[in-house]
T-cell receptor, first 109, second 117 residues
């Protein structure tokens, strides 16, 4: 599986936008970019995914670089409930996902 | 709607004892099923996945095993637990990946926190 690189931690003030970066320079043409998040003591939950075009849903937006070697998860207004570990994952031909260590987001009231 | 159940929620077992964790999915048929483990402060490690009854793929060699006796039931077992088996065990399901699906979401259960003493 192609690997991703994310910062270990980030902080954001409540009510402000958050941009969580992810580098995936070895991405292949068939890899989708997924984002999951894991709240404390819970299983991960799906946030968003995309292939080439930017994507929006009720939780977040996903901005994908033109060369697809990086992407950014955007939370438009961070709330305290958004404090979690965010995982950027590539899925290719296998029926599984590789979760790295992710980015721990701290939201400051 | 689909739901996924895991039990027990917490478990404390002595070294050398057996283990059986169960996961069941409702509201879907023929799902992919997965077992992950998360050690304290670490990322998720995929242990096993299954694309059908009796079909198990192991990702990491260890003293754990998995079985899928029914379409929506996935069991994680060990004959003799080690201290290193402590962790947060998560079961997940997804729709079967097909050529036309492109990708899929995984849905996780609430997890079992296992402490081996």
């Amino acid at each position: 599986d192609a690997k991703t690189t994310q910062p270990n931690s980030m902080e954001s003030n409540e009510e402000e936008p958050v941009h969580l970066p992810c580098n995936h320079s070895t991405i292949s043409g068939t890899d989708y970019i997924h984002w999951y998040r894991q709240l404390p003591s819970q299983g991960p939950e799906y946030v968003i995914h995309g292939l080439t075009s930017n994507v929006n849903n009720r939780m977040a937006s996903l901005a994908i670089a033109e060369d697809r070697k990086s992407s950014t998860l955007i939370l438009h207004r961070a709330t305290l409930r958004d404090a979690a570990v965010y995982y950027c994952i590539l899925s290719g031909g296998a029926n599984n996902l590789f979760f790295g260590t992710g980015t721990r987001l701290t939201v400051i009231p | 709607s689909q739901t996924i159940h895991q039990w027990p929620a917490t478990l404390v077992q002595p070294v050398g004892s057996p283990l059986s964790l169960e996961c069941t999915v409702e509201g879907t048929s023929n799902p992919n099923l997965y077992w992950y483990r998360q050690a304290a402060g670490r990322g998720l490690q995929l242990l096993f996945y299954s694309v059908g009854i009796g079909q198990i793929s192991s990702e990491v060699p260890q003293n754990l095993s998995a079985s899928r006796p029914q379409d929506r039931q996935f069991i994680l077992s060990s004959k003799k637990l080690l201290l290193s088996d402590s962790g947060f065990y998560l079961c997940a399901w997804s729709v079967i990946r097909t050529r036309h699906t492109g990708t899929y979401e995984q849905y996780f259960g609430p997890g079992t926190r296992l402490t081996v003493t």
